[in-house]
């Protein structure tokens, strides 16, 4: 049973700075690709960056430049560093591993002045 538990949510101003990780339980981890999402209030949920397991990275538009997908293999944990952050960023973040069901309980970032 694979369990992805995502932390480091919180409530900043806009132009703060947060780093979201996801620790993966289970030993697929270093084999698969990693995805972050996001599900803002009355929105659906997106896809904000994947990286593949040898690290290849892509980002949706609207975050390219600011945010930063990694992954420590040795740690089974995914990160997002969210750098530059805006109104518009507040979501509940959710971590994934592409085409599985398995999904976090998200973390909530609040974008606030």
């Known amino acids: 049973q694979v369990q992805l538990v995502e932390s480091g949510g919180g409530l900043v101003q806009p132009g703060e700075s947060l780093r979201l990780s996801c620790l993966a339980s289970?030993?697929?981890?270093?084999?698969?690709?990693m995805a972050w999402y996001r599900q803002a209030p009355g929105k659906e949920r997106e896809l904000v960056a994947t990286?593949?397991?040898?690290?290849?990275?892509n980002y949706v538009s609207s975050v390219k430049g600011r945010f930063t997908i990694s992954r420590d293999n040795a740690k089974n944990t995914v990160y997002l560093q969210m750098n530059s952050l805006k109104l518009e960023d507040t979501a509940v973040y959710y971590c994934?591993?592409?085409?599985?069901?398995?999904w976090g309980k998200g973390t909530l970032v609040t974008v606030s002045l």
């Open positions: 289970g030993s697929i981890f270093s084999r698969n690709a």
């Open positions: 990286i593949t397991s040898v690290g290849n990275t």
């Open positions: 994934n591993i592409p085409r599985t069901p398995y």
